[in-house]
């Protein structure tokens, strides 16, 4: 099993010659040591790739509010307003905790 017993950051000593040679694309350079064959091995990381993404929005907690976007007189109606549900005029919207969002399967009516 190898072990990492340190890690450098570009510019730091011994690793010059690699920022040298992969310039900004070098992330980090770790020594690693296998004791099974006495072994020092030096490693990089290195970014290979690069590409604009789009982080997904966090998950809510079960106790935040979310909006959901039925219509004020829908069948489930009811079970809403057992769960805490109000409907909102300004927004015309329905607000529910998300853990009642997720009870009642409505989690894809979610307004973000």
Not at 18 to 36: K, T
Not at 68 to 76: K, M, V
Request: proline share 8%; aromatic share 8%; hydrophobic share 40%.
């Amino acid at each position: 099993m190898l072990r990492t017993r340190l890690t450098l950051k570009p510019g730091a000593p011994g690793t010059k010659r690699l920022v040298e040679q992969y310039g900004d694309r070098l992330i980090c350079v770790r020594y690693r040591y296998d004791a099974e064959y006495c072994l020092r091995l030096k490693t990089v990381e290195l970014i290979v790739d690069e590409r604009h993404w789009i982080p997904r929005a966090t998950r809510p907690a079960p106790l935040d509010y979310v909006h959901l976007r039925l219509p004020p007189d829908t069948p489930s109606r009811p079970a809403l307003l057992r769960l805490g549900g109000e409907w909102d005029e300004a927004a015309r919207m329905w607000r529910v905790t998300f853990a009642a969002a997720q009870l009642l399967n409505l989690t894809d009516r979610i307004s973000l």
